[in-house]
């Protein structure tokens, strides 16, 4: 589904990512973990051009997407991503926040976008809130209403960037709850997070990076139980 290839990010003289090669597969769960400043997120906002990569290639579905004349916008509506801000439109309803890119980006008709609103919304748990607007619902609603918007664009990748952080410990729950089925479903997804029994549990493959590289991959069990690396068994140590 997505291929990294010598992947480089810098700001000016500071280096954040550093020749990250690394592959996605289809229907995949990978979890990216990490200390604060690992560069992550921003291999995470590489994925789908939020951030321009300095060097390297990415392919999505066969496709390089980092060419020169490459339709960002086209890219973009087949790679969901959820951030730790909900960036949800606070004068619409989370029914009304869920139809807008579809009407105005993939031009579906009103009753079309909304029927699809109302199943996403049901999927994640919010059927009886469609009329809410966002400061009537929790931070926990408000990310599972941002979800359901990424859902109901049919995306090939779901990506999700530290999406339980801004959360309180007791909406954390239901939010990876919403995460959790969406793997079962099927989903490819890449998810940045500290949550380490989600990445446990839900993880095909786990990724540790430190200082701008990858420095360890494999399934949970290898990474959890038995890391390799001594940076990883560091990092481990001290969220145990």
Request: proline share 4%; glycine share 8%.
């Amino acid at each position: 589904m997505i291929s990294i290839r010598g992947l480089g990010k810098s700001f000016g003289d500071t280096v954040v990512l550093r020749s990250i090669d690394l592959e996605i597969a289809r229907g995949e769960v990978v979890v990216i973990l990490g200390p604060s400043g690992s560069g992550k997120s921003t291999m995470l906002r590489c994925m789908n051009l939020l951030e321009r990569p300095s060097s390297g290639k990415i392919f999505f579905k066969g496709k390089d997407i980092t060419a020169p004349g490459i339709d960002v916008n086209a890219v973009r509506q087949h790679m969901g991503m959820v951030f730790q801000q909900f960036n949800l439109f606070p004068h619409l309803s989370a029914k009304r926040n869920v139809m807008i890119a579809q009407r105005k980006v993939l031009k579906r008709s009103r009753e079309e976008a909304e029927r699809i609103a109302l199943e996403e919304l049901d999927k994640v748990g919010l059927a009886d809130r469609v009329n809410y607007m966002p400061a009537q619902l929790s931070g926990g609603q408000q990310q599972r209403v941002a979800i359901a918007r990424a859902l109901a664009m049919n995306p090939d990748v779901m990506l999700f960037d530290e999406a339980t952080s801004a959360l309180d410990p007791e909406l954390v729950r239901d939010v990876l709850g919403v995460m959790r089925d969406l793997a079962h479903r099927g989903m490819t997804m890449v998810v940045v997070t500290h949550e380490m029994g989600f990445a446990r549990e839900v993880a095909d493959r786990v990724v540790f990076m430190d200082g701008g590289v990858i420095v360890e991959q494999g399934t949970p069990e290898q990474v959890f139980d038995h890391p390799t690396s001594e940076r990883t068994q560091d990092f481990l140590g001290h969220i145990a």
